[in-house]
């Protein structure tokens, strides 16, 4: 799923738009968006820190909705009438409760008898007198007005977009859609829909399920378009997109598909829609379920974040279109295939709550490598597995479990414990019980809960019954534990024995979160060619394996079918390394002797390397190889990349050009502009471009000032160098940047923009007079885009101008709960601190003067403090010879005591 990023910083939002677009990791993609989306009425009031979340009681069965909305484009509302049929569940039903968020509601009525309805800014409740006995088909109605701030997205001329482009759409998940209708809104409950939206008569109307009907009402000239997906799904997979699009169409058997976009930008549409019909004959095929829905249709809209696998009706980012002169830097594959499993996996079956998250994203993301794998080899499989486990290891220090209760919000949950986890726990389900058994379980599981919601235990029984296996221990440390194994591999030979000695450690930390992991693995030794394997299970901590073999081997490897999730450390030779990074059979073998290889720094290493990055048979390990001299980082390193660029697969060949990037040397200067000069892909040239961000030098500004004005597909060329005068942080840029910005705002994409606009801010931080950048800035603030409006908001922040806290002051707010009110709230902190205009030592420097300052004053009160003692004692005493009879001196000690 998905929906818009919200409160990335800029690097990741930069990485997320560069790893998505290389096709590489929707996942990530998934992972990241939605942070800050306001969760669920269906809770009940507000989260509050870390308690446990359940599913909320269901006291009536939602039996069906229809929504009937006429969308007004110029004032970004709708009015809507949503019709509710329902039956109450066990008990007579007095009150129904609606989850509905900021809805003008103008009536509410039913066929039962209401006592009177309540409306709050999370919900309706609807009160019947007499009670509505259990079973009792039932209607309500509610008539409503509604100007969304999330859950339903308009894109028209007057925020930006280009005209004949205007167009809406909605975002269910995960409790987005009670902000344009109301209904009850959580995935343990689900219901059949129909859908009618009113539209000016160009329009296209898209929703879920079947096209019903078409009518031009000639009272309001308007058409009103009525869809109804006849299948139960839950809430947030109710889906509309509607406005001027355009449209290719095809067949997959009888299953009409197509692909929409804005209007202008349909020339694009055949690039990302291409495998379609192919992903649905492959995935029935591996699913053994037949694709359980009407039509299968996509819809591209303007800054939206990803991809959401609405029944019948995707929707994605516009950001995944891609023109034919990207080569294959770009894709659509694995954001296209990632949503279409949904339609098994989440529409389907759906997770009943947001801890089971997994049994949907955990589906999607693996079975979008098992299309790879079926379209371009099991290499390129593994190598995506191989990719996505780096999302999992990394988490070292965190032993959050797959499945927990714990969290404050449901977005919490979409993170790389329900996709990259996910995908790989059931690989190694895959892996451990072969391929035919585990289709066998998928396909069971699918047909056994067909359009209901499910738990993981719903999976475990069904793998438990079919294989007769337990599963417990499996489930208990992959998915109610956190982690996964650290282990240490080290091997000996002894060659007067001829045995080989393997042991094996888990090293991580055992605590009650984490297990002790229990799995079976290989050894596998390659000695002349030959490969000898050896089956281990591993069930303790440590183990010893002694192997007699014919001869020593040439090549050791640890889980060499590659079905473990483990941070596997096994210190090698170098000449192993070599063998094992030339051995053709092993592409997980060659990745990981990559892996081990960047850490040497030695001539030979660096040439085996570059041989590997020019010879080596599949891209991916062509990419490590890169990667690697990068890492190794001396001149020989250098001169090996320098020397590659002439890669005819462009995702290698645009790996190189960024590597070359991140060596500081005279020649990367002059090669870069060479590469500037003869590559044609414009997804290579912006990489280029960002690498001159590292060089101060006239040739360079000279060079970014013309990308800056360059067109190109969505001003990719510009955005690249805005991103290197960011790194060069000269003021020279200054008039360069806001002439462009202002002339050509609607040419670059929204984010692009507002991160231009930070840009801007950044490099004039040091002016004296900030009086026109400022000024400019602030014709930002109230920007139609919520990104580009944050990104101003945020400038001013960066800006460092007093001046500007007044404006900014009027946007925050005391709980701020939407992107522009938190980029409020962090300019005004920067401000007001103005930290950032401080060089750190003089902040140190100051912070250390303040705290010396406290202690003299301290200092210098205990001094005054024993001065009076004393002289009170003194005084004491000099009475106390006076008149040994007196009581008084005591008093006057402590009355000083008091004062000091
Ligand atoms: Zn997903």
Not at 427 to 447: A, I, P, Q, S
Not at 673 to 688: C, F, M, Q, S, T
Request: with cysteine.
């Amino acid at each position: 799923m998905t929906c818009t990023v919200r409160t990335l910083s800029w690097v990741f939002l930069v990485f997320v738009i560069g790893a998505m677009t290389t096709g590489l990791a929707d996942e990530t993609w998934h992972e990241l968006q939605g942070h800050g989306s306001a969760f669920g009425a269906a809770l009940q009031g507000k989260a509050k820190m870390t308690e446990r979340r359940y599913a909320p009681d269901r006291d009536a069965d939602i039996l069906h909705i229809t929504i009937d909305v006429t969308p007004d484009f110029q004032q970004r509302t709708v009015a809507g009438t949503t019709t509710i049929r329902f039956a109450p569940m066990a008990k007579p039903l007095t009150e129904l409760r609606l989850d509905a968020i900021d809805l003008d509601v103008s009536s509410v009525t039913s066929d039962a008898k209401i006592e009177g309805y309540d409306v709050t800014d999370k919900a309706i409740t609807i009160t019947f007198d007499p009670a509505v006995r259990p079973g009792a088909k039932t209607t309500v109605k509610v008539v409503y007005e509604a100007e969304p701030k999330r859950g339903l997205y308009f894109r028209t001329p007057a925020m930006g977009y280009p005209e004949g482009d205007t167009h809406l759409y909605t975002q269910g998940e995960t409790h987005e859609a009670p902000h344009w209708y109301p209904n009850y809104d959580y995935p343990n409950e689900q219901s059949t829909s129909e859908v009618i939206c009113r539209v000016p008569e160009g329009m296209t109307v898209l929703s879920n399920g079947r096209l019903v009907s078409e009518e031009v009402d000639p009272e309001s000239g308007l058409k009103a378009v009525r869809w109804l997906q006849d299948k139960p799904h839950v809430n947030y997979l109710v889906a509309l997109v509607a406005g001027q699009l355009g449209k290719i169409e095809s067949t997959y058997r009888d299953i009409p598909i197509a692909f929409y976009t804005p209007a202008s930008q349909i020339e694009y549409a055949a690039n990302s829609f291409r495998d379609t019909a192919d992903m649905l004959e492959f995935y029935e095929k591996e699913i053994g379920v037949p694709y359980p829905w009407d039509k299968y249709y996509q819809a591209a809209v303007e800054d939206y974040g990803g991809g959401m696998e609405n029944t019948t009706l995707t929707i994605l980012t516009t950001g995944t279109l891609f023109p034919d002169e990207m080569e294959n830097v770009r894709s659509s594959q694995g954001l296209v295939a990632h949503e279409l499993v949904h339609q098994w996996f989440g529409d389907y079956v759906t997770c009943k709550d947001w801890s089971h998250l997994w049994l949907n994203e955990g589906f999607a993301v693996y079975y979008e490598k098992l299309y790879d794998g079926h379209k371009n080899g099991r290499d390129s499989m593994l190598y995506n597995l191989y990719r996505i486990s780096h999302w999992v290891l990394r988490n070292r220090s965190v032993h959050k479990p797959i499945v927990t209760r714990s969290y404050d919000d449901a977005w919490e949950q979409f993170d790389y414990r329900a996709y990259q986890k996910g995908a790989w726990v059931l690989h190694m389900l895959r892996t451990e019980m072969g391929e035919e058994m585990f289709r066998k379980c998928v396909k069971t599981y699918l047909e056994r809960h067909a359009l209901s919601s499910v738990v993981t235990e719903d999976l475990r029984s069904v793998i438990e019954e079919l294989t007769g296996r337990s599963y417990d221990r499996f489930f208990d440390q992959w998915i109610y534990h956190g982690r996964h194994p650290d282990v240490e591999v080290s091997y000996e030979w002894s060659e007067k024995d001829k045995l080989a000695k393997v042991s094996v450690e888990q090293t991580h930390e055992v605590t009650d979160k984490v297990m002790l992991f229990h799995f079976r693995t290989k050894i596998r030794f390659v000695i002349d060619g030959e490969v000898i394997d050896r089956r281990i299970d591993i069930d303790s901590q440590q183990h010893d394996f002694y192997y007699r073999l014919p001869g020593k081997p040439d090549i050791v490897r640890f889980d060499p079918d590659y079905g473990l999730l483990a941070n596997v450390t096994f210190d090698k030779s170098t000449p192993m390394l070599y063998e094992q990074l030339e051995y053709a059979g092993d592409v997980i073998g060659r990745l990981k002797a990559c892996d081990a290889l960047a850490k040497k720094k030695d001539k030979k290493t660096v040439a085996k390397l570059r041989e590997v990055l020019n010879e080596d048979p599949f891209y991916g390990v062509r990419q490590r190889a890169a990667a690697a001299l990068e890492e190794i980082h001396t001149d020989e390193a250098f001169e090996a990349l320098a020397d590659s660029l002439d890669q005819t697969d462009a995702r290698v060949r645009q790996d190189v050009v960024g590597h070359i990037g991140d060596f500081y040397r005279p020649e990367s200067l002059e090669l870069t502009r060479k590469i500037l000069k003869a590559e044609e892909n414009p997804a290579i040239l912006g990489g280029a471009i960002r690498n001159l961000g590292l060089y101060h030098h006239k040739k360079t500004r000279r060079l970014l000032v013309r990308y800056l004005k360059s067109r190109s597909f969505r001003n990719e060329l510009a955005g690249a160098a805005v991103e290197a005068i960011r790194m060069l942080d000269e003021p020279f840029f200054i008039g360069p940047l806001q002439q462009i910005l202002a002339e050509r705002e609607r040419e670059f994409r929204s984010w692009e923009f507002a991160r231009a606009l930070e840009t801007l801010a950044r490099i004039s931080r040091n002016e004296e007079d900030k009086t026109k950048v400022r000024k400019f800035l602030v014709g930002y603030v109230n920007h139609p885009k919520e990104q580009i409006q944050a990104g101003a908001i945020g400038a001013l922040g960066a800006l460092g101008d007093p001046k500007a806290i007044p404006v900014l002051e009027t946007f925050s707010s005391d709980e701020p709960d939407n992107r522009v009110e938190r980029a409020a709230e962090r300019a005004l902190k920067d401000l007001r601190d103005r930290k950032e205009l401080v060089p750190e030592e003089i902040v140190q420097l100051r912070e250390t003067v303040d705290k010396l300052k406290t202690e003299t004053d301290r200092l210098k009160d205990d001094l005054d403090d024993i001065k009076k003692r004393l002289e009170a004692n003194k005084e004491a005493l000099g009475d106390k010879e006076a008149d040994e009879t007196s009581g008084s001196s005591q008093t006057v000690a402590e009355d000083e005591n008091d004062k000091g």
